[in-house]
């Protein structure tokens, strides 16, 4: 089977976990690197051996006629992105947060529907391998067919000092939203891997370094349409005990009518039946790329699946019930009340 050719535009702090994974999957070809910033997309080919850099969008779609792209850009400028892509008939995997707006994901999603394109958000948290390890578990209903809870504590601890954040990812702190549009949007979308569909939310969100304008506390409850229950405590200020927390990004607790199951951040599952003792569930995983090789197995999906002609887990039009999600917790927020999805 002939490589996919690829392409791919940004070449921000996070885009080297896209551009290290694309590296080791064997049917893809990345032709292309565009940026805004000449000299970054040039040292992106030359590090990883990509073919040729850009600065223009359409200039590099049009000389390469790629197979797919890849946007790694903020999502204000996602919607022209695809308009664009779609106008030169080129398939899509796009970071996420997926829009600025419901409204403008909904436009992506029409976008989409009306066109041969095919598309996937780079939803890459539910791609771990303990996310992974869990649905299974859940699936075998080793804990039972009845979920009672899923509980998600996550403590980052990157966040408390006068200078959060600068080392990293600098525009965190002036983001109007931050927790749970840049990083809760991924928990919401692991609640309904792993739990179900989400029909209530009840939030509340608090700002406790006063050096940045967004969110960075949450505590959000959710109802699943099974009739369970979940819990989001998250914290980028508080600290974390663990020696990387950014490995599982938080530890988890998922109980049923016949035990629980538990994830350590340090990656390891246990098993509690009823009655029973914790025991260690034996699974593999591998600490490369970003977070269990997330990244490179959510590439992996998108390209076998595009190959295959199935369908993508986190396709647009299942996906978008994650920003409903995200839209109505700042509305319970805000009013102080539980709100219906």
Known sequence: ????????????????????????????????????????????????GFKQSYTSVEEMFRNEKPDFVDIITPPESHLELCKLAAA??????????????????????????DSEVRMMVHENFRFQPWHRE??????????????HTINLRM??????????????????REMERLLIYETGIHFIDVFRYLGGEITQVYAKLRTLNNNIKGE???WVNFDFANGG??????????????EDPRLTFGAVLIEGDKGSLRLYDDGKITVQ????????????????????DCVFATQQHFIKNLQLGASFETDV????????????????SQKGLPLQV
């Open 1 to 48: 089977m002939a490589k996919l050719k690829g392409v791919c535009i940004g070449a921000g702090y996070f885009s080297q976990f896209h551009f290290e994974a694309w590296k080791r999957i064997d049917a893809v070809d990345i032709v292309g690197v565009c940026d805004s910033v000449k000299e970054r997309a040039e040292d992106i080919v030359n590090n990883y």
């Open 88 to 113: 030169h008939n080129i398939h899509i995997i796009c970071q996420k947060p997926l829009a600025p707006t419901l409204e403008e994901a909904q436009e992506i999603e029409s976008l989409i529907a």
């Open 134 to 147: 869990l649905k299974k578990l859940l699936d075998a209903q080793t804990i039972g067919s009845k979920l």
């Open 155 to 172: 403590r980052m601890g990157d966040g408390w000092q006068t200078d959060a954040y600068m080392n990293r990812q600098p525009y965190f």
């Open 216 to 218: 960075d506390f949450a």
């Open 229 to 242: 229950l979940g819990f989001l405590d998250a914290n980028r200020y508080n600290e974390n005990t663990s």
């Open 273 to 292: 039946l009823l009655g029973d003792k914790e025991r260690q569930h034996e699974y593999s995983f591998k600490k490369q790329n970003f977070a269990g």
């Open 317 to 332: 039009a299942n996906y978008i019930p994650n920003i409903s999600v995200l839209e109505k917790i700042y509305e319970s």
